[in-house]
C-alpha cells in the first residue's frame, strides 16, 4: 500500500518560510519522480514543482526563486523549501508520485497525499 504523508504546513506571515515534507512508503521510490501540487479555496489544483529520480527539477513560473525542491531518496522523503512566502501562496499542498519521467500536469501522478494546509497572513 503506497503512502505519502505531507508535514510542515502552519501559519506564517508574508515573507516568511517553510519547508514541507513527503515521506513515501510502499513504493521504489527512487524510481518515482515526485511533484508538489497546491489547491486554494475556490480553485483547482495547480502545479508548483516536481523533482525527477535523478533530481532534475522544475517550477511553476509563479515560485521561480522563491521555492526549492530536493529529495533524499535513503529517506524516501521529498521536501519542498518555500521561502518569501506571499499571502497568495495560501492553499493546501500536495504531495505526488509518478513512475513516468517528469510531469507538471495533475493526471500525470498516480498516487497522492492528503495535503498540508499552508497559510500566509498579509
Known amino acids: 500500500q503506497v503512502q505519502l504523508v505531507e508535514s510542515g504546513g502552519g501559519l506564517v506571515q508574508a515573507g516568511g518560510s517553510l519547508r514541507l515534507s513527503c515521506a513515501a512508503s510502499?513504493?521504489?521510490?527512487?524510481?518515482?519522480?515526485m511533484g508538489w501540487f497546491r489547491q486554494a479555496p475556490g480553485k483547482e489544483r495547480e502545479f508548483v514543482s516536481a523533482?525527477?529520480?535523478?533530481?532534475?527539477?522544475g517550477y511553476a513560473e509563479f515560485v521561480q526563486g522563491r521555492f526549492t525542491i530536493s529529495r533524499d531518496n535513503a529517506k524516501k522523503t521529498v521536501y519542498l523549501q518555500m521561502n518569501s512566502l506571499k499571502p497568495e501562496d495560501t492553499a493546501v499542498y500536495y504531495c505526488a508520485a509518478t513512475d513516468r519521467q517528469y510531469g507538471t500536469d495533475y493526471g500525470t501522478y498516480k498516487y497522492w497525499g492528503q495535503g498540508t494546509q499552508v497559510t500566509v497572513s498579509s
Open positions: 510502499g513504493l521504489s521510490f527512487s524510481r518515482y519522480a
Open positions: 523533482i525527477t529520480w535523478s533530481s532534475t527539477t
